[in-house]
């Protein structure tokens, strides 16, 4: 079956860089998402990697390694409102873009 | 604006009764998605259609089937609601092709089945 996983939870303090690791284990992969939500609210997209190495978008950036079954997301300059949940997700299969995701981690950040 | 409207934002089901899930986009993307949040769990996903007039069973179909009549609607339905059954529901929307991999979600339905 599928598994992804990911830490329940991270502390970190404003200003400060945190990475949230995901690692997977899918019969396919074509790609690796990841997604913020916070408390309340909906899922939105924040990266996509289908191939190799570091995807930059402003102070979030995501990387994938495919040959570890790997990936992570890393937020820099943290601030107040980066508190959220941040979900990673894999595309397993061609010819759709179905995503199978990852339980979660809360990230808190502290004054 | 753009986006997802599901309908109702919230609901209390009594056990054994049908109810239907509405979403709708204005984004014309080709495919749609149910999924449901439990606390722990993340995210599941129900069902899923890649376009107009096709479907198919995610990874917990049971108890749950859709429709896709158009482009813009993508409607859920509990046909006999249980308890286990109580979740946020959301739908989302994507392009099937191209560049654009993200998901849009919608703002969710709280449902309670009792």
């Known amino acids: 079956g599928q598994s992804l996983e990911q830490p329940s939870e991270v502390t970190a303090v404003e200003g400060a860089i945190v990475q949230i690791n995901c690692t997977y284990q899918t019969s396919g992969f074509y790609g690796l998402s990841w997604y913020q939500q916070h408390d309340g609210g909906a899922p939105t997209f924040l990266s996509y990697?289908?191939?190799?190495g570091l995807e930059e978008t402003g102070r979030f950036s995501s990387f994938l390694s495919r040959s570890d079954s790997y990936g992570y997301l890393l937020l820099q300059e943290l601030q107040m409102k980066d508190s959220a949940s941040y979900f990673c997700?894999?595309?397993?299969?061609?010819?759709?873009?179905?995503?199978?995701f990852g339980s979660g981690t809360r990230l808190q950040v502290q004054p | 604006i753009a986006g997802i409207t599901q309908a109702p934002t919230s609901q209390i089901l009594a056990a054994g009764r049908r109810m239907t899930l509405r979403c709708t986009q204005d984004m014309r993307h080709n495919a749609m998605y149910w999924y449901r949040q439990d606390l722990g769990l993340g995210l599941r996903l129900i069902h899923y259609s890649n376009t107009a007039g096709t479907t198919g069973k995610g990874e917990v179909p049971d108890g749950y089937s859709v429709s896709r009549a158009n482009t813009d609607d993508f409607p859920l339905t509990l046909a006999s609601a249980v308890p286990s059954q109580t979740s946020v529901y959301f739908c989302?929307?994507?392009?099937?092709?191209?560049?654009?991999?993200?998901?849009?979600f919608g703002s969710g339905t709280r449902l309670t089945v009792v």
């Open positions: 989302a929307s994507s392009e099937v092709s191209g560049a654009n991999y993200g998901y849009t």
């Open positions: 990697n289908a191939l190799d």
């Open positions: 997700a894999v595309r397993d299969r061609a010819g759709r873009r179905a995503l199978t």
